[in-house]
């Protein structure tokens, strides 16, 4: 008997949530800027993965793109996509 290579139940729907979420991401990268997609995506995503209070999501999510973006946008100087507020 062959093993299926392809996840089933609960593993299948947080690859496919993953996947789904990165092209949302990737959509939004050019519509909302780096700092904002990125905020919003790390948010959904461990909201998605992990069951953590919403504060400590969004608290999360926030700093982890700004930092982000503070050694790539600002210290590395690698442009990244900029939103309708300008950053």
């Known amino acids: 008997k062959e093993e299926e290579w392809l996840p ?10 993953v996947l ?6 990737i959509i939004l990268l050019g519509v909302l800027g780096y700092i ?14 992990e069951r953590y209070r919403m ?12 930092g982000l973006w503070a050694v790539f ?3 590395i100087k690698v442009p990244l996509p900029k939103g309708p507020w300008g950053f």
């Open 55 to 66: 504060t400590l999501i969004l608290t999360v999510g926030l700093f982890a793109a700004i």
């Open 73 to 75: 946008g600002w210290w």
């Open 20 to 25: 789904g979420g990165l092209l949302l991401y």
């Open 36 to 49: 904002a997609a990125t905020a919003i995506f790390l948010a959904v995503l461990i909201r998605a993965l």
């Open 8 to 17: 089933r139940g609960e593993a299948f729907q947080r690859i496919a949530f």
